[in-house]
């Protein structure tokens, strides 16, 4: 019987070695029920979503809701974004390899996960210190090298690494930050949850052309507010 107990040894050093992801096969389901089947289509988002882990992005209490439709709580009041909101967040920007991209609000880091898949450099800003160095150490772990995290207050952007081809804010603003629109290159495209904190905001998308803006309002949403070092 001795061999058992080493199979058994062998099965348990490959486990640890080579960890099953066992949500694959929900997370196809997600993609296809909760985001194709809503219009989402650009191939390179869909294709992002289906590889990024959302499942290590949330506490481990809640990770066997990681697939659900909807935003989990991440502690410090912040919330993951639905999957569906990332996925059309991550579509109206229409990312391509070369892209550089800045995202404001870090939270889990995982809508900087999803972009990492497919532009070449991700730039983060979170203002709490303490989600921004979990999602650093989450998203090093994870091996997303093409992903720089910054503490500090987002509203002015991050402009030692500007200007973006694209910009994607996840708190809600109540009017756009100039220093954002100054850091988007022309041609660039901001996607951005405008409107009053704890109310419906509209998402908006932002359009550099030369020096002139154009807004589009794309559809209601609820995010949490984009706050101000010292609220
Ligand atoms: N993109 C995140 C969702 C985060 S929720 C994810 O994929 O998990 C919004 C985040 O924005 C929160 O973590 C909040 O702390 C952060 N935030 C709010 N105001 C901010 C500001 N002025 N600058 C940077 N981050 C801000």
Not at 113 to 124: F, G
């Amino acid at each position: 019987m001795k061999w058992i107990g080493s199979l058994a040894f062998l099965l348990a050093l490959a486990t640890e070695a080579f960890p099953q992801d066992t949500y694959r096969e929900e997370r196809a389901n997600m993609v296809k029920y909760q985001i194709e089947n809503r219009g989402v289509s650009d191939k390179a988002t869909l294709a992002a979503m289906r590889n990024v882990q959302r499942h290590l992005f949330v506490p481990e209490s809640y990770r066997r809701q990681a697939y659900n439709d909807g935003p989990l709580p991440i502690g410090y009041g912040q919330t993951i974004s639905q999957p569906y909101i990332v996925a059309c967040m991550t579509e109206v920007i229409e990312p391509k390899s070369g892209f550089k991209v800045l995202e404001i609000g870090t939270g889990s880091g995982y809508q900087a996960a999803v972009l990492a898949e497919i532009v070449d450099e991700v730039y983060t800003v979170e203002i709490v210190k303490e989600l921004g160095e979990q999602a650093k150490g989450r998203l090093k772990k994870l091996g997303y090298s093409n992903v720089q995290v910054k503490a500090g207050d987002g509203y002015y952007g991050w402009e030692e690494h500007g200007p973006y081809d694209a910009i994607i804010v996840t708190a809600a603003t109540e009017y756009i930050p100039p220093p954002l629109v100054k850091q988007l290159k022309p041609g660039g495209k901001m996607v951005i949850p405008v409107g009053s904190p704890f109310l419906v905001q509209t998402l908006m998308l932002v359009e550099k052309t030369g020096n002139k803006i154009k807004t589009t309002s794309l559809f209601p949403v609820r995010f949490v507010p984009f706050t101000r070092e010292g609220d």
